[in-house]
């Protein structure tokens, strides 16, 4: 079985900075793509940033500039730095992972977290 948790969302003043962390563990073989996907009150989930094994990274035009997305293979972790934050960036943010994974055979899959709640008020 393969977990996936997310940690560091919180409350936040307009302009500050959060940094969230999505940890998978388990049965994991190897780790290919993994992003972040946020969804606000009344609107469709919709990704926010999202990186490869190698490094490629792709960023939602509302965060460029302001965010960055970073990985740590060696501790199957994933990480949003978010600066400069505004009221719209205020969602719940999930983390999606991509791999191969192991379980008497190899199968390639992905799992969710079950979201942070990221806050942006004054």
């Known amino acids: 079985q393969v977990q996936v948790a997310e940690s560091g969302g919180g409350l936040v003043q307009p302009g500050g900075s959060l940094r969230l962390s999505c940890a998978a563990s388990?049965?994991?073989?190897?780790?290919?793509?993994m992003g972040w996907y946020r969804q606000a009150a009344g609107s469709e989930r919709e990704l926010v940033a999202s990186?490869?094994?190698?490094?490629?990274?792709i960023y939602a035009d509302a965060v460029k500039g302001r965010f960055t997305i970073s990985r740590d293979n060696a501790k199957n972790t994933v990480y949003l730095q978010m600066n400069s934050l505004k009221p719209e960036d205020t969602a719940v943010y999930s983390c999606n992972v991509e791999g191969t994974y192991y379980s008497g055979t190899y199968y390639r899959g992905d799992y969710w977290g079950q979201g942070t709640q990221v806050t942006v008020s004054s």
């Open positions: 388990g049965s994991i073989f190897s780790l290919d793509t």
């Open positions: 990186i490869t094994s190698d490094g490629r990274t």
